[in-house]
């Protein structure tokens, strides 16, 4: 298959600077909640990613989930129909403020990483694939950063979106390429053979 791609942006150095400057995802700049894209909760791909994200937040240790309480008397989705989390407290049920003993961020992240694996492997898709938005609306699927429009209505408010170069804080400042720093994540979106050749394909981009 064939894939349309941006290599500037894969060749840049974004980084997520989550509890590092980020501002949030809201119409005002919020660093200090920590939410970073977790105000609005995460939109869950199907049936079976509802169901693997309802069995992980099961799992949890109450240790690493503040909302451990929440979640096992009213669930984690936001209605019958399980397409969404629950926002709980201005955020994800999945989000641990700043200062819980736990750790702060994702409960399903840190207990990925408690149990030695890949939070991609517990987060919702589209939790783990930003800053990338996949279309596959053509026969040439597309692989980009998220844009304002994306967001919908609501993108136009926001504080910032942090894949801009003028945003309120500047997330170019990472000390890896993207290719390189979410080579797990691209591959996981692509597949192996079309992340080796676009990795080949920045490679061979000349360097400043």
Not at 129 to 134: A, G
Not at 168 to 190: F, P
């Amino acid at each position: 298959m064939t894939w349309d791609a941006d290599l500037d942006f894969l060749a840049s150095n974004w980084t997520c600077i989550w509890g590092a400057g980020c501002v949030g995802i809201g119409d005002a700049p919020a660093e200090e909640l920590g939410q970073g894209c977790c105000s609005i909760g995460a939109e869950l791909l199907d049936d079976d990613e509802a169901m693997l994200i309802g069995a992980l937040a099961a799992s949890i240790d109450p240790e690493l989930f503040e909302n451990h309480d929440v979640a096992a008397e009213q669930g984690v989705f936001a209605d019958a129909t399980r397409g969404h989390t629950k926002v709980h407290d201005g955020a994800c049920i999945f989000f641990n403020k700043p200062g819980f003993i736990g750790g702060t961020g994702c409960a399903l992240h840190l207990a990925a990483e408690a149990e030695g694996e890949r939070p991609l492997d517990w987060k919702p898709s589209v939790c783990w694939q930003l800053p990338f938005k996949v279309d596959r609306t053509t026969d040439t699927p597309t692989l980009r950063p998220w844009q304002r429009t994306d967001w919908g209505t609501g993108g136009q408010t926001m504080a910032w979106c942090c894949t801009e170069r003028n945003g309120t804080a500047d997330a170019y400042v990472g000390d890896q390429r993207v290719i390189d720093s979410l080579a797990d994540e691209i591959e996981a979106l692509v597949g192996h053979e079309v992340f080796v050749d676009l990795k080949r394909r920045v490679d061979a981009r000349p360097t400043d």
